[in-house]
């Protein structure tokens, strides 16, 4: 039997039913879609008196037909009603208006597109039909801005993207969902071809958003976010795109980001960028996130589709400022992706407790990069309080190098927590690296921690004005017992001292060092933040009684300036346990400024020598205790001697062929493996020139 005559038999109820003189119910898109589905033969459940606009008592075509027209016209109500006589029933009689205007109600109403022009907006349902700025359920408007009330999902239900385009310059966006309301609220803007700009405010602004504010830049689309030159927000700041709460950006497309008044884009919370190409051009710091800045999705398998450019004209690059001790917030991590940094007088990376690079290709320019000169009648620095200069030649912080910069202009660094007074350590302010790619050229130190600098992996090549690696506590450089040249490669092409800290851990990989100064310097010059005595100028310096190197693995080429500098310095014990190492310098290996250290080497393979680092064009291999190459390298001429615990040999002038080229584009080229033949044997002894105390040549502190 079919449905439509089951349903006839009940006619009778529904008359009676009926006679409550009651209107039928309203009816949506979803109805229609029941009913057409009931009608075809289907298993859906329909109700009769709520479906039978004609009140025939049966569900037919008509029904169907009367739904239909009353979605198109704004209602659902056919105006059918029925009564009951005194003496008898009396059929049902219907009322049908037909549509007379056509826009959208109930789902349509919700704005799914807006596009911005000069004076207005225009805007649009999932059905691609006009929706009346009076009738948006999830948008209000007020000439060209738009303030999102609802959000796209609300972790249950996807009520859809908004997607912007067009062009507007005195418009913006708005998000302003209740988290009470919405708890799980979430807001995705699709930027289409968006140019929006804003002279009074932010041009994106977000609220408020109990998730997270999504914008995602759609692919083959360019799209412009610019700010005015002088404004205040709503939160008393300024930024192009500016959030109270979390921001999440992605997508395949361009977006430029410009903030002319200050930072460019801010988060309150959390900043992740996931993909996209965004170009970042600010006054102030380009991307802030006070709690966190995150740049590639970590469950990504690619980032060919991340790029960030970011140039800042007076302050940081990127910068997260929560100083919340054990909030486990205030910190930058990059997975990978493309990231450029020109940050012309502030820092190229800035976080206040950690900052962890585990992939990408990153590329850092600060102020005039290395090529950077003090000027000035205190050589750029400020002046002993006393009168004259700091000992050791000027340098603020004491660590001897007169050439440093009156601002911070350092490529990537870790702040790390402080007393109130800022001047005892506290915690945080580690600098880790897991991998990458990375290009620094600097006026200020390269990568400065407050804390400690760990490196187990990553490509670098830097150059600088001051310091290359500097922790104010320990450095450890590759992972020990690894046995491995390659997993990590650091050439340093210019600096005052190479790598600096209180305690360093050389354990592998290969670095190459030429320097002003120092090589490796333990417990060297505290760069302005404090090591662990404090100077009464605020500025750090060590004490001699603190300090130690320890050299357990990889290769190390150490080529110092002629003068008085050390290869490799340290206020404490020089402990030599594997790895191979060049020394270079007037004293190659120098330790202990109180007189009771010492070079302890119970394995590992050194070559020294005297020669200055102006002429690096001699080829070096060491070759292990079977005669195998290890690593090749250039290094100064000079008449080196060996010390060796491990009967591994060094020949000077010799060949390679094969192997696998190291530190990418290392003028001076290091080579791991091959075949090596020709040159001479070194076999004089190796000399440290070092032991000398308090005051001597390269003693330590004041070297």
């Known amino acids: 039997m079919k449905n439509s005559v089951k349903l006839a038999l009940a006619s009778a109820a529904v008359i009676a039913a009926a006679a409550l003189a009651l209107p039928v ?25 709520a479906n039978d606009l004609d009140g025939d008592g049966v569900l037919t ?75 948006a359920q999830n948008i209000t408007v007020d000439g060209t801005k ?45 930027l289409r071809g968006l140019k929006l700009s804003n002279s009074t405010d932010s041009p994106i602004y977000v609220q408020q958003i109990a998730d997270e504010c999504v914008i995602t830049v759609k692919k083959d689309t360019e799209n412009v976010i610019s700010d005015g030159k002088e404004y205040t927000n709503a939160d008393g700041s300024q930024g192009a795109i500016y959030s109270l709460d979390d921001l999440k950006f992605k997508g395949k497309g361009k977006l430029t980001v410009n903030g002319n008044a200050g930072d460019g884009i801010v988060s309150k919370d959390d900043i992740k960028i996931w993909n996209g190409d965004i170009t970042v051009n600010s006054v102030d710091d380009g991307i802030r996130g006070k709690d966190s800045i995150r740049i590639g999705d970590p469950d990504a398998e690619s980032y060919e589709s991340l790029s960030i450019n970011v140039t800042s004209k007076s302050g940081d690059g990127l910068k997260s400022t929560n100083d919340t001790a054990d909030s486990g917030k205030g910190y930058i991590r990059i997975n990978g992706g493309t990231v450029k940094i020109k940050a012309e007088n502030g820092d190229g990376i800035q976080a206040e407790q950690a900052v962890e690079i585990n992939g990408g290709d990153i590329d850092i320019y600060t102020y005039q990069g290395s090529a950077y000169t003090a000027s000035g009648s205190t050589g750029g620095q400020q002046q002993n309080p006393w009168g004259g200069g700091f000992p050791g030649g000027g340098g603020m912080g004491m660590d001897g190098n007169a050439n440093k910069t009156d601002i911070s202009a350092k490529g990537i660094k870790c702040v790390g927590l402080f007393d109130e007074a800022g001047t005892t350590y506290q915690s945080a302010g580690d600098i880790t690296f897991k991998g990458g790619n990375i290009t620094l050229n600097t006026s200020d130190d390269s990568v400065h921690a407050g804390g400690s600098i760990t490196v187990t992996g990553g490509v670098f090549n830097v150059a600088t004005a001051d310091d290359g690696f500097h922790a104010d506590h320990n450095v450890t450089i590759g992972t020990k017992d690894a046995g491995t040249y390659d997993d990590v490669q650091i050439f340093i092409s210019k600096c005052y001292e190479g790598v600096e800290g209180v305690y360093i851990y050389q354990n592998s990989g290969t670095v190459y060092v030429v320097s002003g100064d120092d090589g490796y310097n333990a ?18 310096f060590m004490s001699s009684s603190f300090g130690e190197l320890n050299l357990s693995g990889g290769l190390v080429v150490v080529n110092s300036a002629n003068g008085d500098h050390d290869a490799f310095d340290s206020n404490g014990d020089i402990n030599i346990t594997g790895g191979y190492y060049v020394c270079n310098g007037q004293e190659p290996l120098d330790c202990g400024d ?50 060796s615990k491990d009967n591994s040999t060094c020949f000077s002038g010799t060949t390679v062929t094969g192997g696998t080229k190291m530190l990418g584009d290392c003028e001076y080229g290091v080579t791991l493996g091959g075949t090596a033949s020709g040159g001479t044997q070194i076999t004089a002894a190796a000399s440290s020139g070092g032991g000398m105390g308090p005051g001597g040549p390269g003693g330590g502190r004041w070297g």
């Open 25 to 49: 119910s309203a009816v949506g898109s979803l109805d229609c879609k029941k009913l057409s589905n009931f009608l075809a033969g289907g298993k859906e459940k329909v109700e009769l008196a």
């Open 61 to 135: 075509a008509i029904d169907l037909t009367l739904m239909k027209r009353g979605l198109l016209s704004g209602s659902t109500e056919t105006g059918t009603t029925v009564s009951t006589g005194t003496t008898g029933t009396t059929a049902p009689t219907t009322t049908t208006t037909e549509p007379t205007v056509t826009e959208p109600v109930a789902d349509a109403q919700y704005v799914s597109q807006i596009t911005f022009g000069a004076n207005g907006v225009t805007l649009k349902n999932a059905a691609d039909q006009v929706v009346a700025a009076d009738k």
């Open 146 to 190: 738009i303030t999102v009330i609802k959000p796209t999902s609300d972790g249950t239900n996807d009520f859809g993207d908004i997607s912007f385009d067009g062009e507007c310059a005195e418009g913006q966006i708005k998000v302003d969902v209740d988290e009470t309301a919405y708890p799980t609220g979430q807001v995705t803007l699709n």
């Open 523 to 540: 417990a060297g010059g505290a760069d302005n933040s404090g090591n662990q005595q404090q100077g009464p100028w605020g500025g750090g």
């Open 594 to 643: 109180g007189g009771s250290y010492s070079i302890k080497q119970t394995g590992g393979t050194y070559i020294s020598m005297t020669a200055g680092n102006t002429n690096l064009s001699t080829t070096y291999t060491f070759k292990d205790a079977s005669g195998n190459a290890v690593v090749t390298f250039k290094s100064a001429a000079g008449s080196p001697g060996i010390s």
